[in-house]
Nanobody, 115 residues
Framework: VQLVESGGGLVTPGGSLGLSCVAS????????MAWYRQAPGKQRELVAR???????NYADSVKGRFTIAKDKSKTAVYLQMNSLTPEDTAKYYC??????????WGQGTQVTVSS
């Protein structure tokens, strides 16, 4: 199973980016899908998570600006990021966890917010 992320890049402050993550291979019984991020010199942190029932939770720093969504038929998860600030600069990682306790990570995609 591989998680392939796309959509990162360079954006100016106040701009928007959308990230995508698609699972290839056989992934069954997904429980949660999430996006994490890690900035240089900092720990990886949860950005947003969506459950199998569609409930979501967000880091306080991104509430009202970021939106997580999923496409169960494609085993895909998305992150729409609006009103980006330089503090959002990080490598963003996709994560999926199954009900049986298996966890999968993507390779990460870089998001840089700079003028």
């Amino acid at each position: 199973v591989q998680l392939v992320e796309s959509g990162g890049g360079l954006v100016t402050p106040g701009g928007s980016l959308g990230l995508s993550c698609v699972a290839s291979g056989s992934v069954f019984s997904i429980n949660t899908m999430a996006w994490y991020r890690q900035a240089p010199g900092k720990q990886r942190e949860l950005v947003a998570r969506i459950s199998s029932l569609g409930s979501t939770n967000y880091a306080d720093s991104v509430k009202g600006r970021f939106t997580i969504a999923k496409d169960k038929s494609k085993t895909a998860v998305y992150l729409q990021m609006n009103s980006l600030t330089p503090e959002d600069t990080a490598k963003y990682y996709c994560n999926m966890n199954t009900f049986s306790g298996n966890g999968y990570w993507g390779q990460g995609t870089q998001v840089t917010v700079s003028s």
